[in-house]
């Protein structure tokens, strides 16, 4: 079920850098959180979806989380669309975790779509594709936040829009992936104007 949050946030490391939400100046930003709990597992279209399977999980912060084996197919992990999103660079976090975590295989994929909603049909216009790599989860079977940076901008009409994000299962990998909650935010800035960049996979801040 998605909430939305007003945070007040301040991120300040070693060197005195202090980061922020991009379009906040230091202040507050909109947030959303989806958690697995709520996904559809039978209707497509709904706002949330899964080819998964929807397990107790104590680990998960909601007590439940999404289950998916890697098959012989892409499979859905997860997908959401986001009407509250603002256009810029939306940070998308993810907490997951993955029965391996060795090795540069990529395991899951994550894809955004601009969906133009302002018609009578969803015109989707696939923005950027992002691979997560097994040894990004660290440490098997361990939760960990995993995130992109993705820009979001208007590709059709002039009207309503969201965000959609889908994490998908990648073919073949041997690997489980078990999904707990996905959050989007505006991207983070640095008041020193140290950049937020991606490697490929993970947010990182650079030092």
Known sequence: MATLENRYIRIEDW????????TSSGGTTAGEIIDAQ????????????????????VDANGGKAIR??????????????????????VSIGMRMKSSTATGNTNIVRV?????????????ETALESFDIKASDFKLASTYISLGVVTAYTRKSGAGEAMLKVELIMLPDTGATVWFDEMGISMEMKSSSGVAVSVDGSVVVFDS
């Open 15 to 22: 060197k005195g850098n202090v980061y922020y939400p991009a």
């Open 38 to 57: 709520g996904a559809s597992t039978t209707d497509p279209s709904a706002i949330t979806y899964t080819e998964g399977e929807i397990v107790t999980d």
């Open 68 to 89: 998916i084996d890697s098959s012989a197919t892409n499979k859905i992990i997860f997908r959401s669309y986001f009407a509250n999103a603002k256009f810029g660079n």
């Open 111 to 123: 894809n955004t779509y601009f969906v133009d909603t302002s018609g009578s049909e969803k015109v």
